[in-house]
């Protein structure tokens, strides 16, 4: 018997790690399901000391790509510089004729109000280490649940929706990005208010699925969410159209979309120190009164 | 299991590294440090020991690298189980044939992990970009297969563990300097 297992032994040990491996791969994607989790002492563990490392290794590559950056970008500044100040008189004009116009309909006080509403603290997070696989898109961020930060929290930049916080330990925080073929964010086409889903595609573009007259999506067309997923707030910006499939023969029409944020340079991103009810109680805490104060403990960047 | 858990560490290290690289240099230009020293592993360790490697390697670069835990270590297995049983009827402990074997396994791994991830998709679905980022990966593991394995092979005669189950069948008409390497 014991010649038997002994001969036995690295087929059953094979057995047991892929199916060890097999049920670890069942739990985490229930959890990231329910909205994410913190992570165990042991992963966690890795965790804590990848980031710190991860920061260290960084930060002299981040040195140097800084350098060339601005080398690159002071080529050509003056004519860029001219180009953007004509801009800025052209968008300040349009902004007074905007504020003309919502006051004159009653509708400033409610965009304020609105506004006030929506504000919600935030955490200011670098992004210490990325995904290497092409099959999936993730980051690791240098700020975990001590500074604030839960699994289902939206991560953003200041161009639009980055990703959702995943995984937490108490110093560093896994994220997962709105490109990883398994995001899914409730989106809203600003121009006509026609809802989508916008899914990723593990490449550099967004899809938007939605169901509506062709019309309603065109290129140029901006993506914001709609605040019906649960997870993110309502107007940050996903998107902006690059191409509609006119012909599609399907009840699901697709667009493609540019994302707003920078994902090519994602270095400093925030985190929005808020999560949705749903997400609180599939958390096992207590949901958020309507209308809460952001928490108070955590450090807000304005 | 000393030469399992040296390599578990230079592994992870590799890994930590390459995350960091990742913001200077293409993935695609990366190498897969957990399949080229998995494999690695199950040409020079023993079963258990190279097991060892598998799992730490592979649970860690899911958790470093944000996929499903559990997903890294299903992936290497397919790549692992094809080294032990090749390696035993074949002269893969030589410089060439171990940047053949792994440029045969990469795709293998990424088919695996394709079908792990989502059954109706695969390769195809990431289109050309994804094949040539394939390809390349693929001859960067190719290309640093034989350094490895010098590694490998050493940490594990330092330990005095080298796989001693290993058949040894020589290459057909094998060169004198096969045999010496037995």
């Not at chain 1, 040990?13 to 165990?40: H, K, M, P």
């Not at chain 1, 490449?203 to 067309?221: C, I, R, S, W």
């Amino acid at each position: 018997m014991r010649d038997i297992l002994h001969r036995l032994r690295l087929p059953l040990l094979f057995a047991g790690l892929a199916v060890l491996a097999a049920i670890s791969l069942l739990a985490d994607q229930r959890a990231l399901q329910a909205g994410g989790r913190d992570l165990s002492w042991l992963s966690g563990g890795l965790l804590e000391v990848a980031a710190p490392v991860q920061r260290v290794l960084t930060a002299p590559l981040e040195l140097i790509r800084d350098a060339y950056r601005r080398y690159v970008d002071l080529l050509g500044v003056r004519d860029e510089n001219a180009a953007l100040r004509a801009r800025v008189a052209a968008l300040e004009d349009e902004g007074l004729q905007l504020r003309e116009a919502l006051l004159a309909s009653g509708a400033l006080e409610q965009v304020a109000a609105l506004r006030a509403q929506l504000e919600l603290s935030m955490l200011a997070t670098e992004v210490v280490g990325q995904d290497v696989s092409p099959w999936f898109r993730s980051v690791v961020l240098d700020r975990g649940r001590d500074h604030g930060l839960r699994a289902g929290m939206p991560i953003v930049t200041e161009s639009g929706v980055v990703g959702l916080v995943t995984a937490t330990t108490p110093h560093a925080a896994r994220a997962m990005l709105i490109l990883d073929r398994q995001s899914a964010v409730d989106g809203l086409v600003q121009r006509s208010r026609a809802r989508g889903i916008v899914r990723g595609t593990g490449g550099a573009e967004l899809e938007f699925e939605y169901t509506g007259p062709p019309e309603e999506v065109q290129v140029g067309d901006l993506v914001i969410t709609s605040g019906y997923g649960g997870v993110y707030p309502k107007g940050i910006r996903i998107g902006e159209v690059v191409s509609v499939a006119r012909d599609a023969p399907y009840l699901v029409r697709r667009a493609r979309l540019a994302p707003a944020a920078g994902f090519e340079r994602l270095e400093r991103v925030f985190a929005v120190l808020w999560r949705s009810p749903t997400l609180e109680l599939l958390a096992g805490d207590e949901p958020p009164a309507v209308g809460a104060a952001p928490r108070a403990d955590a450090k807000a960047v304005p | 299991m000393k030469s399992a858990l040296a390599l578990v560490a230079i592994g992870a290290l590799a890994l930590l590294v390459e995350g960091a690289l990742v913001f200077a240099i293409p993935a695609a230009l990366l190498p897969n440090v957990a399949l080229v020293l998995s494999v690695s592993a199950a040409l020079y360790l023993g079963g258990t020991p190279a097991l060892l490697v598998l799992a730490a390697l592979g649970f860690a670069s899911d958790l470093l690298g944000g996929s499903p835990l559990g997903l890294g270590v299903l992936a290497l297995l397919v790549p692992f189980a094809v080294t032990r049983i090749a390696n035993r009827s074949l002269e893969l402990r030589h410089g060439a044939s171990e940047a053949i074997l792994l440029a045969l396994l990469t795709p293998v791994a990424v088919v695996a992990m394709a079908v792990l991830v989502r059954p109706e998709g695969g390769v195809a679905s990431h289109g050309l970009a994804a094949l040539v980022g394939l390809a390349l990966q693929t001859g960067v593991n190719a290309l640093i297969a034989p350094p490895t394995c010098r590694m490998v092979e050493a940490v594990a005669s330092a330990a005095g563990e080298l796989d001693p189950t290993r058949r040894g069948v020589a290459w057909i008409g094998a060169a004198p300097w096969a045999a010496s390497r037995r």
